[in-house]
């Protein structure tokens, strides 16, 4: 159950080589993701690699709070998962989980595409939960796109984002 009284779409054209793509059950290839000691640190501030039945509980609880996506690149023609993100106001949890992915950018067009949705859906703020003081990366990329920090917490910031009227495109 994505957000209350809106239609998820299946898919969500981020550049011609990228998009988002509906979270559908299949989740095979994410584990993959979830047992990377980078990820895991930057994205759960442990390194306790997760099994099928955490990662499908993660899916599954993100997916019932928010519009749940894959991130999909296309390489050789085909539109292959290299990460995840989730979509709702007070959060926006993204993942690259394929190493290959990381540091080009992509983080970046995916969170300005969701900006782009709340702003397409009448959402007047957006909110990140926390971004761990370490994760410079993630600080970078929220506070590039206008996030700004408004709260301490005990291993870093939560961020909020009042959404401009417009935006410009990717």
């Known amino acids: ?28 290839f994410a584990l993959a993701w979830y047992q990377d000691r980078e990820a895991l640190l930057l994205v759960d501030g442990k390194d306790q690699p997760y099994d099928m039945a955490r990662l499908r509980q993660m899916y599954a609880y993100l997916n019932a709070h928010g519009e749940l996506y894959f991130i999909e690149y296309q390489e050789n023609g085909t539109f292959i998962p290299i990460g995840d993100v989730t979509f709702c106001r007070n959060d926006l949890p993204i993942v ?10 992509i983080g970046s067009s995916v969170v300005r595409a969701l900006i782009q949705r709340g702003q397409a859906l009448g959402f ?10 370490y994760n410079t990366g993630s600080e970078k990329l929220f506070t590039s796109l206008g996030f700004v920090p408004y709260e301490s917490t005990e291993k870093g910031h939560r961020y909020h984002l009042t959404i401009p009227g417009k935006m410009s495109k990717i």
């Not at 690259?96 to 950018?105: K, P, T």
């Not at 007047?124 to 971004?131: C, K, R």
């Open 124 to 133: 007047q703020d957006l909110w990140v939960e926390e971004i761990y003081s």
């Open 96 to 105: 690259i989980g394929d190493v290959r992915f990381r540091h080009c950018g």
């Open 1 to 28: 159950m994505p957000i209350e009284g809106i239609t998820q779409p299946e898919q969500i054209p981020v550049r011609s080589n990228l998009r988002l793509r509906k979270y559908d059950g299949n989740i095979d």
